[in-house]
């Protein structure tokens, strides 16, 4: 058979950083950084070519544009810690035969991870598996990707014991699968990685709760040393549960979902998840009932956690307890907005706590505390400013006050109000549902899927602009939120272990509507491969009550 003729020209233009580049047609990027951009090459960790995060050995086939990554960027970040895993995976593999390692929650820079072995992993292995990977690093060992046809990807990887890899390509429409070899193991692939080890340049193993923390180094400072693990001593047992619930019921891994699906037990899969939301709604509402003296409930997680549903079912469960919850709209205690804080940006920064009447609010509450009438004023969002109107309120004796907001974990916000009157709960949705042995959904991707949807239908937001926004409001829950979350009297999961299956329907419309050309196209592309690894679950299965109502809309409750 005869070639197919082709009159492409044998170079292509390629736009980086304002300038124009002819290479050949085919040229890999690591090759183009170092011929054309030599000063960033070193840094490189892949680049994003027309929209599409790729890795360094990619071949750069057309005309495009091209923007380096480093470890500066979230892109970067996400190729230095999938080469990190598949390097710790490998080390696993040749230290402890037949051990198997499973990616767990995250924590900041850090992901934990359990280490299937007996006996169970002790600090000293730690010590070795890093030492393994140093080696690996400076040998400068390599990532092989290849693409194989999918019944030898299963083959491969049932060979060397990643059964839930195996298990996933099932339900995969791919004809080709891409790989990452290794010495010992094959890896299924689903983030850049480098090509070889010697683009890591520092990280830390560090044992934590019977498996092991890896550490990364600070943002954009990759030559670092890692800083301590914050938070994990909180969230972990959350975190620990939610994962032991997922295996009681038969779904740890995106493939135990998606047999679920297949098999028609997902209606009892949503019936039960639902149930054990309102098991915890309960619990949380005795304790509080329990406590004499409470009288303040604040509620507080970043975004897209599912705090308003959870603040509505949380008053139904506290009046079934024989208490009567009032609400209190801390939107009406804005300042004006010519008083509104300014951020680094110029813009008004309406995050900050300074952006709330902290003297009024704390004299409200003081007052409500004594059993006294206030009035509460009105907020006009339009003409940003308060109306001359205000709304009455009171505490009975057996009335408790319920303030839903970000900043409800910090004290400032409450002040005036003494620590035994309030339960403070802190809200998010901490998916512990993975995808195989060594990749996840984090948490943020999960919620920001949340979003994409809610946003698009009851904000009017497209999903360009919901991910565009994400990084300023992953700020601000950087600032606002987090920091403060050790201080929760109780934490709630709000996490479905089925809603990515429910919320693909919708958000893959949403995503494939982002432009090739659009900065966020990058991101849509990552969640929508993600989404792709699900079997759909249509929404009429979703009780009227449940959180995830609280995005794909049909909700019992007004918001």
């Not at 004809?175 to 299924?188: E, G």
């Not at 406590?291 to 997680?301: E, S």
């Not at 206030?374 to 006009?380: D, G």
């Not at 979003?451 to 601000?476: C, E, L, N």
Request: glycine residues 6%; contains cysteine.
């Amino acid at each position: 058979m005869s070639a197919v003729p082709t009159n492409l020209p044998p170079t292509i233009t390629v736009r980086c950083q304002g300038r124009e580049f002819r290479p050949s047609r085919g040229t890999r990027v690591k090759t183009f950084l170092r011929h054309f951009l030599p000063d960033i090459e070193p840094e490189a960790l892949g680049a994003v070519v027309s929209g599409r995060l790729v890795d360094l050995e990619a071949p750069i086939a057309a005309d495009c544009e091209l923007q380096p990554v480093t470890y500066a960027s979230r892109e970067g970040a996400r190729i230095y810690r999938a080469t990190l895993t598949v390097l710790l995976a490998e080390a696993v593999a040749r230290r402890f035969r037949g051990a198997r390692v499973q990616v767990g929650q995250s924590f900041g820079d850090a992901v934990y991870f359990d280490v299937g072995k007996e006996p169970s992993l002790s600090p000293q292995e730690v010590e070795l598996l890093e030492a393994d990977i140093r080696r690996m690093v400076a040998q400068k060992e390599p990532l092989a990707v290849m693409r194989v046809p999918k019944a030898q990807a299963i083959e491969e990887l049932l060979a060397c014991g990643a059964v839930a890899s195996a298990h996933l390509l099932r339900t995969s429409r791919r004809s080709f699968v891409p790989l990452i070899a290794t010495r010992s193991r094959m890896h299924l692939w689903f983030h850049p990685v480098l090509p070889t080890a010697e683009g890591i340049r520092n990280f830390a193993l560090r044992p934590f709760a019977g498996g092991l923390v890896l550490c990364l180094p600070p943002a954009g400072r990759p030559a670092d040393p890692p800083e301590p693990v914050q938070g994990a001593e909180g969230l972990f047992p959350v975190y620990r549960e939610t994962r032991l619930w997922n295996a009681r019921v038969g779904i740890s891994t995106v493939p135990d979902l998606n047999d679920a699906v297949l098999s028609g037990a997902i209606g009892e899969v949503i019936r039960v998840a639902e149930a054990q939301h309102e098991r915890k709604l309960v619990l949380l509402a005795d304790e509080i009932l329990g406590r004499r003296n409470c009288r303040l409930v604040t509620v507080a997680g970043p975004s897209s956690s599912g705090k308003t549903t959870f603040v509505k079912r949380l008053r139904m469960q506290l009046m079934a307890a024989g208490l009567r919850p009032k609400e209190l709209n801390l939107d009406n205690y804005y300042v004006d907005r010519d008083r509104t804080p300014v951020g680094p940006d110029g813009q008004p920064d309406f995050e900050c706590i300074e952006a709330i009447d902290l003297p009024l609010l704390n004299e409200h509450l003081l007052a409500l505390m004594r059993g006294q009438e206030v009035q509460t004023p009105r907020y006009n969002f339009q003409k940003g400013r308060r109306e001359e109107r205000t709304t009455p309120l009171a505490l009975g004796p057996d009335e408790v006050l319920l303030i839903e907001g970000i900043h409800g974990l910090n004290d400032r916000l409450t002040e005036a109000v003494p620590r035994d009157q309030k339960y403070r709960i802190y809200v998010s949705a901490m998916t512990q549902l993975v995808i195989d042995d060594e990749n996840r959904l984090f948490t943020s991707d999960a919620r920001l899927i949340r979003r994409i949807v809610r946003d698009r239908f009851f904000r009017g937001y497209s999903a360009s602009q919901t991910i565009r926004m994400w990084p300023k409001v992953r700020a601000g829950e950087e600032r606002w939120i987090f920091p403060f979350q050790p201080l929760a009297d109780a934490v709630f999961n709000s996490t479905l272990v089925y809603e990515p299956a429910v919320l693909k329907v919708f958000a893959e419309r949403f995503l494939l509507e982002v432009e090739e050309s659009d900065p966020a196209h990058v991101d849509a592309v990552r969640l929508l491969e993600f989404l792709d690894l699900f079997v759909p679950v249509f929404a009429e299965d979703v009780p009227a009550t449940s959180i995830l109502r609280e995005f794909v809309g049909g909700s019992a409750f007004k918001y």
